[in-house]
């Protein structure tokens, strides 16, 4: 049971770049959520999901977009790149209000 | 922003001492949930807490939820240098405050002097 999984694990992206980060679960969660990781700003929500089909806005959403087509896969895109978007990202799975993370996505934006 | 105030930000103590922390809102919280996360990985759950008052324990970890609900403690017994790493606290709001989200505290890092 390989519980939530994010690729790549490493990223450095160029000002204006685009990318996906990926994220994939095997628990059968309908909710899903992506936060990212700054130091000393502990974890922050970027977007979320309650089921396929359906995203809303977290608490820091500009400059990401989601989409949610399967109950498995929840990926974060950025569209243009930006050096304050330097983060660690996790994607994480929840149920019964417990989430349950991946192992994250160390991004770099030069 | 978050409402969650998690104390102290870090903590350098000596294998085998006890360590405390905890988390305070002016929020009352239904949920309080404690996470420890290592070097590279991501928060991975250590206990759950869901009434006020009460008090879990696993292995040498304990954890309150406050009477108030408005606060939670983490307690670690004879500290060993597996210890180390980044531990958060996160609560759910009563109110449905923040979409209903989790609503996480910036963590406490602990180092352990062997």
């Known amino acids: 049971n390989a519980g939530v999984t994010q690729t790549p694990k490493f990223q450095v992206l160029k000002t204006g770049q685009s990318m996906t980060l990926q994220c994939a679960q095997d628990?059968?969660?309908?909710?899903m959520s992506w936060y990212r990781q700054d130091p000393g700003m502990g974890l922050r929500l970027i977007h979320y999901?309650?089921?396929?089909?359906?995203?809303d806005q977290g608490e820091v959403p500009n400059g990401y977009n989601v989409s949610r087509s399967t109950t498995e896969d929840f990926p974060l895109r950025l569209l243009s790149a930006a050096p304050s978007q330097t983060s660690v990202y996790f994607c994480?799975?929840?149920?019964?209000?417990?989430?349950?993370f991946g192992s994250g996505t160390q991004l770099s934006v030069l | 922003g978050q409402q969650l105030n998690q104390s102290p930000q870090s903590m350098f103590i000596q294998e085998g001492e006890d360590v405390s922390m905890n988390c305070t809102s002016s929020s009352i919280f239904n949920t309080w949930l404690w996470y420890k996360q290592d070097p590279g990985e991501g928060p991975v759950l250590l206990i759950a807490l869901y009434k006020a008052g009460e008090l879990t324990s696993n292995g040498r970890l304990t954890a309150q939820f406050g009477i108030t609900r408005k606060d939670s403690f983490l307690n670690i017994s004879a500290s060993i240098p597996s210890d180390v790493g980044i531990y958060f606290c996160a609560g759910q709001r009563e109110d449905g405050g923040s979409q209903g989200n989790l609503i996480f505290g910036k963590g406490t890092k602990l180092s352990v002097k062997p």
């Open positions: 994480a799975s929840s149920y019964g209000g417990i989430e349950f």
């Open positions: 628990m059968n969660h309908e909710y």
């Open positions: 999901s309650v089921g396929a089909g359906i995203t």
